[in-house]
């Protein structure tokens, strides 16, 4: 059965109200990424995977959308991710996780993402994204770019070859000093190293 809300998360507990409106107000990154995710559209890519009438209950999809930020903005694995939520309040409020409640269990989250795919966790990525510029909310100046599976052709690094690389790029960077018009009287000769 799909739970889109978390409605637990709507009506406080007493130890909830207990605490002091400032624990359960978000701050800084997860109050803007928090307007964010309140869009409803956000959740109809994963209400269209997860509409299934069978099986166990599970969490509502915005708890687990949370969740998953959380997952991939501090670099997380689910295990750390479940450990970091319960020992945070903020992370507790974000999630629309009750105070008092248990968090869902990592092998729950991993499950999910299975049903899901990681390509409707990257279209969210991007809807996120694409939502915080149009409002304004951040200003996209940088890209970071993962670059630890991208295929390159490279040669086994010897020490012969590694020197061979420096000698080349001193001769490049003296070309470059000459041709600027510095250090015209000094001679320079560039013999290619034979390894």
């Not at 450990?83 to 903020?90: A, F, H, L, M, R």
Request: aromatic share 8%.
């Amino acid at each position: 059965m799909l739970i889109i809300k978390n409605e637990d998360f709507e009506q406080l507990s007493v130890f909830d109200q207990m605490l002091p409106k400032s624990c359960l107000e978000l701050k800084g990154e997860l109050a803007v990424v928090d307007k964010i995710l309140n869009d409803e559209s956000l959740l109809a890519p994963f209400i269209e995977k997860f509409n299934s009438k069978c099986g166990k209950h599970s969490i509502p999809v915005d708890t687990y959308i949370r969740m998953m930020y959380l997952k991939f903005r501090y670099n997380l694995g689910y295990e750390t991710l479940c450990k970091e939520v319960s020992d945070s309040i903020s992370w507790k409020v974000f999630c629309h996780i009750p105070v008092c409640a248990e968090v869902p269990d990592y092998t729950t989250l991993a499950k999910l993402t299975k049903r899901f795919g990681e390509d409707t966790l990257e279209k969210l990525n991007t809807l996120i994204l694409q939502k915080a510029l149009e409002k304004k909310l951040i200003k996209a100046r940088k890209i970071r770019i993962d670059t630890t599976v991208v295929k390159s052709n490279i040669h086994h690094p010897t020490d012969a070859s590694l020197l061979s690389d420096g000698f080349k790029v001193l001769t490049r960077l003296v070309k470059k000093v000459k041709d600027a018009g510095m250090a015209v009287k000094s001679e320079f000769q560039d013999r290619p190293m034979k390894y």
